[in-house]
């Protein structure tokens, strides 16, 4: 099993940077990828960003392209979402969550994720 806690969430304003922390327990995390989603209040769950589980390859939702950056420290067992030029559009709760093993990298639905964690409210004000 692989449990997931996501830190960092909070109250900004526009423009403002935020880094969110996914730390994970288990054993095969640095195994998965992991993603990033999120979801805004009446709103589906939607991808932020996925990562592979060598940190290498990235892939990133249409939305949060060139102000989003994932990154992981495998030995850490942590994912890291910097989120710049934050928009009011962009509160939401954020998820981070363990998807498949290997090197892929597009998984952009939800169901393609068996582990979750608890979320992360990030709300930017104007």
């Known amino acids: 099993q692989i449990q997931l806690v996501e830190a960092g969430g909070g109250l900004v304003q526009r423009g403002d940077s935020l880094t969110l922390s996914c730390i994970a327990s288990g054993r095969t995390f640095s195994s998965h990828a992991v993603g990033w989603f999120r979801q805004a209040s009446g709103k589906d769950r939607e991808i932020v960003a996925v990562i592979d589980f060598r940190g290498i390859n990235t892939y990133y939702g249409d939305s949060v392209k060139g102000r989003f950056t994932i990154s992981r420290d495998n030995a850490r067992n942590t994912v890291y979402l910097q989120l710049n030029s934050l928009k009011p559009e962009d509160t939401a709760v954020y998820y981070c969550?363990?998807?498949?093993?290997?090197?892929?990298?597009?998984?952009?639905?939800?169901?393609?994720?068996?582990?979750w964690g608890q979320g992360t409210q990030v709300t930017v004000s104007s």
């Open positions: 969550a363990a998807g498949p093993v290997g090197s892929g990298v597009y998984y952009p639905y939800p169901s393609d994720y068996d582990y």
